[in-house]
C-alpha cells in the first residue's frame, strides 16, 4: 500500500495497484470563496493543488474508484462533480448516496456498515465533527477503514477525539491512522478537527499505530499550522510515528 496527500482531506490510497480517490476537492485557489462564520475573508481553498491541470488530469486517468466521508465543499466540490468520470465506482455511506446519484453519478458503492470491493475490505466507521451547536449544523461524518489481508489503514474523516474513535481503533486494530489536524474552528464553538492534544491522545490511544496528519495549511478556519503540529508532536517524542504530510507527498504505508 501506498498513501499521497493531494491537499487538504485529498489522498489517494493505493492497494495492490488499485488507486482509491478520497475526498477529492479539485478546484483551483479560491474557487470555493470565503467560508462563513470564519472571522476572515480568505478565499478557500488557500493553496492550489500540487500540479499542474495536465497532470491532474493524467491521475485522474488512473483513478479506480472514489471514496467520499461527506460532501462539505473542501471534501466534495463542483471541479471533482465535472471531472470525474460519472460511470466511475463512488464508495460513499448511504446517507448521501441519493446527492451523488442526482449529481449524474451512476456506479455507486453505498456502504451501511461493511462491503467488500476488489478484494478489499472497507467498513464505515463514526466520526464526531464537533461538539454542540456547531457540531449539530456539520452534521453527520464517516471515516473507513481499508483492509486487505491483515493490512489495515483507518482514514477517521472530519472528527475530534472523542471515545467514538477510540472504539473504532480498538474493533479495527489499523495500523496506519490518517487524521484531519489543524483544529478547524468557526467564529463561535470548538474545534471540528482534530487540534494538536488530540492528536496526542490518539498516538497514546494507538501505540502501535502509525499516524499521518492531514488537511492542513488549505482552508481558512484551520488554526494549527505544520509547523505548530509538528512542535507539539516533537516535544512528545512522537515525531517517529506521527507524521505531518506535505502536499503532494507520497509515502510507502509499511507492515
Known amino acids: 500500500m501506498k498513501l499521497q496527500l493531494w491537499r487538504n482531506a485529498t489522498l489517494v490510497l493505493t492497494i495492490d495497484n488499485l488507486n482509491i480517490l478520497i475526498d477529492p476537492m479539485l478546484g483551483e485557489k479560491g474557487s470555493l470563496g470565503a467560508f462563513p462564520m470564519t472571522d476572515n475573508d480568505l478565499l478557500n ?3 492550489d493543488l500540487p500540479f499542474s491541470d495536465e497532470e491532474l488530469a493524467q491521475k485522474l486517468s488512473t483513478i479506480d474508484a472514489v471514496v467520499i466521508s461527506h460532501l462539505h465543499p473542501d471534501h466534495w466540490d463542483t471541479k471533482a462533480v465535472d471531472l470525474l468520470d460519472k460511470n466511475i465506482p463512488v464508495i460513499c455511506p448511504e446517507s448521501i448516496a441519493s446527492q451523488i446519484i442526482q449529481q449524474g453519478f451512476t456506479n455507486i458503492i453505498a456502504i451501511h456498515d461493511h462491503i467488500m470491493w476488489n478484494d478489499i475490505s472497507i467498513s464505515l466507521t463514526n466520526g464526531l465533527h464537533g ?3 456547531i457540531g449539530e449544523k456539520m452534521g453527520t461524518v ?3 477503514v481499508f ?3 491483515e493490512h489495515s489503514v483507518y482514514i477517521i474523516g472530519d472528527s475530534i477525539w472523542y471515545d467514538g474513535i477510540a472504539r473504532e481503533i480498538d474493533k479495527h486494530q489499523p495500523q ?6 489543524g483544529a478547524a474552528t468557526f467564529s463561535v464553538g470548538d474545534p471540528i478537527i482534530m487540534t494538536s492534544e488530540d492528536l496526542i491522545k490518539l498516538c497514546q490511544h494507538a501505540p502501535e499505530a502509525t499516524i499521518w496528519v492531514t ?3 488549505a482552508v481558512s478556519h484551520c488554526k494549527e499550522s505544520r509547523k505548530f503540529i509538528k512542535a507539539k508532536i516533537h516535544e512528545q517524542h512522537l515525531e517517529n510515528r506521527c507524521i505531518v504530510l ?7 504505508l509499511l507492515f
Open 142 to 144: 464517516n471515516g473507513f
Open 147 to 149: 483492509k486487505k489481508s
Open 45 to 47: 481553498p488557500l493553496v
Open 176 to 181: 496506519h491512522i490518517i487524521a484531519a489536524g
Open 246 to 252: 506535505e502536499d503532494g507527498e507520497e509515502v510507502p
Open 131 to 133: 461538539t454542540g451547536e
Open 215 to 217: 488537511h492542513l495549511e
